[in-house]
């Protein structure tokens, strides 16, 4: 007899109750996706609404300090080679609701993703070691240097009046920034920033010759020296910094500021511009520092020196917008730098005062301090501070009966500096030794000096053109 065990009777519905579990599955799914969609097409048709809304549309840009697309006026012409449309896009684009608030949260999920934009301009220069301990490199009284005699223009004299100056303004097409010799450039999101590398061989050079300011100025002067950091230890992201293969600049420039002799070393200046890196302190697009950098620097100089610095908000300003400058060129015009040019503000001098300009030309001309560079072109705006890089500006303070005279030997940086010297002096004297064809025994024994400001960006000290033409001047 055989016997058949009766089947579980769970087992047997077994098919019908997955059917049933795969059927619920399979109708939350189908929800969820359905709420997904009708949510996504609910945005868009929100944003559409929001978009067509014109009194929310922007017309200026906080963060970018620019003018944003303007709606185009029809013409037949435009309307005819489809400018018209285009430049409608744009507009539209350009001017979106909450434009600011949406490129911040953009670039801030970026960021937290790391899929910021990256881009390396140049080769990556090694370099060499920053000593640990500060070079001894005894200098006397009657050091010189040799004369640079490639290419040098006649000697230059002061006149002895000023009669024949001619009391211009600038109506002739303003000079080219002088050439900056930039390492690699390394392109993050819109902003650029110099690779910097030391030079073990250029370094005692440079310190040689900055040492011997004042004894060859026959140790008359007090004489200060400013060593500026660059944008890519202050500025650069922390998260990006710690795998960019840059020398670090604290290190060297407390090397440099404890070699260089028979000066008063200002050397607070890194500190500072690193508790204002959140700050307008540096551009974007050129390798300069902005005004603001430069004011921040004249603080620790006022402190150092034991005077009282001008507050800034005393100061009048006015702005100079589109500016593209070296990182921009020197970049191949780097896209994620071209949408968002920097924009140039200076500090109007307070003092009754009258600047005169020796220009390259060997001409005297009177000049503002701060020149109106709205109609030039897109890379000279920084030509506003003292008519940029130009062998001698002289700035006479007649708010001042009797005073100080100061001068003032610098590459570029110092041309935002300056403007801030004058409260303090009756004349400040301005030389760029790479144009300037007199030397400083010569000019110091004309000029009754009571103090001698160095200022230079830390990139100077690996600059083998520019110490050439320091060493040429400090004779």
Known sequence: MIYNKPRDISIALLPFSKKRKDKKIKE???????????????????????AFIIPLRPTYSESEKRDLHKFPEFTLSTFADGSYFSDIS??????????????????????????????????????????????????????????????????????????????????????????????????????????????????????????SIKPVSGNTANVYSLLIPTSIDITLADNLRKDV???????????????????????????????????????????????????????????????????????????????????????NKS?????????????????????????????????????????????LKYLTFISGDQPLVTIENYDIAEGQNCLVIKESYGNAFVPFLIPHYKNVYVIDPRHYNGTLSEFVASHQIDDIVFVANISTTRNSIYIDKLKNFIR
Not at 130 to 140: A, C, E
Not at 281 to 310: C, N
Not at 373 to 379: G, I, P, R, T, W
């Open 28 to 50: 939350k799914v189908n929800k969820t996706v359905l709420v997904k969609t009708v949510s996504f097409f609910m945005l868009v048709y929100l944003g559409t609404m929001v």
């Open 90 to 211: 744009l507009w539209f684009s350009d001017t979106f609701p909450f434009r600011e608030k949406l490129t911040l949260a953009n670039s801030y999920i970026k960021k937290l993703s790391g899929f910021d934009s990256i881009a390396i301009h140049g080769d990556i220069e090694s370099g060499d070691e920053i000593p640990d301990s500060p070079l001894q490199v005894p200098v006397t009284e009657g050091t010189t240097f040799p004369a640079v005699t490639d290419n040098q223009a006649p000697e230059t004299t002061i006149p002895e009046s000023t009669e024949a100056i001619s009391d211009t303004t600038a109506t002739s097409s303003p000079d080219a920034p002088s050439t900056q010799s930039l390492g690699a450039i390394l392109v993050a999101g819109n902003s650029a920033y110099e690779y910097y590398h030391f030079s073990s061989k250029l370094a005692p050079e440079f310190i040689n010759a900055v040492s």
């Open 245 to 331: 293969s840059s020398a670090d600049q604290k290190k060297a420039l407390d090397y440099f500021n404890s070699s260089i002799q028979n000066v008063t070393a200002v050397s607070g200046i890194y500190d500072a511009q690193r508790l204002h890196r959140n700050e307008y302190t540096y551009f974007r697009t050129d390798h300069h520092w902005t005004a603001l950098g430069a004011y921040y620097a004249y603080e620790q100089f006022a402190y150092t020196k034991g005077i009282k610095p001008v507050a800034i908000n005393e100061y009048a300003t006015v702005s100079f917008d589109g500016f593209l400058g070296s990182f921009y060129a020197s970049s």
């Open 335 to 379: 896209e994620a730098l071209s949408k968002t040019p920097d924009t140039v503000v200076a500090y109007l001098p307070k003092n009754n005062i009258n600047c005169t300009v020796l220009e390259k030309d060997g001409a005297y001309h009177k000049r503002p301090v701060i020149t109106d560079v709205s109609s030039y072109a897109q890379n």
